[in-house]
């Protein structure tokens, strides 16, 4: 019995792509960030949302921005509680407000007290 090349590289070349669509169907389409036990998750596609008294989709972006004004919030009361003793969270803290806001940077305290000049503000749906 020949065994055909073609036949086995069509083969493998289907179980590929059949273990490719398996991934991307169970893979969840969220996001997550957490610091120090605060943690925030958004979706990747837009969603069904209630907005007031209407329903709405939401913006991944937006979704992902208020997450993770919710976790810098979150932590930040964590940080004040500890006297800013986490030097591991507070670097935390400060790169994600770092990220969150365009690469504006400032010390854990300043951040977390709102002397910086930059708030953390979330943002509404249109």
């Known amino acids: 019995m020949k065994i055909k090349w073609k036949?086995?590289?069509l083969?493998?070349?289907?179980?590929?792509?059949l273990l490719l669509l398996i991934t991307i169907i169970l893979t969840p389409m969220t996001g997550c960030k957490q610091i120090d036990?605060?943690?925030?998750?958004?979706?990747?596609?837009a969603v069904p949302r209630e907005c007031g008294n209407k329903?709405?989709?939401t913006d991944p972006a937006i979704e992902q921005h208020n997450a993770?004004?919710?976790?810098i919030m979150c932590a930040c009361e964590k940080?004040?509680?500890?006297?800013?003793?986490?030097k591991e969270m507070n670097?935390?803290?400060?790169?994600l407000f770092k990220d969150v806001t365009a690469n504006y940077t400032g010390s854990v305290r300043d951040i977390c007290e709102g002397s910086l000049g930059a708030s953390l503000v979330k943002?509404?749906?249109k």
């Open 7 to 9: 036949n086995i590289i």
């Open 11 to 17: 083969l493998s070349v289907g179980l590929f792509l």
């Open 37 to 45: 036990g605060c943690r925030a998750c958004w979706s990747w596609v």
């Open 55 to 57: 329903t709405c989709e």
């Open 68 to 71: 993770l004004v919710d976790v």
């Open 79 to 86: 940080a004040k509680a500890n006297n800013y003793a986490d």
């Open 91 to 95: 670097k935390e803290i400060e790169m």
């Open 123 to 125: 943002w509404r749906y």
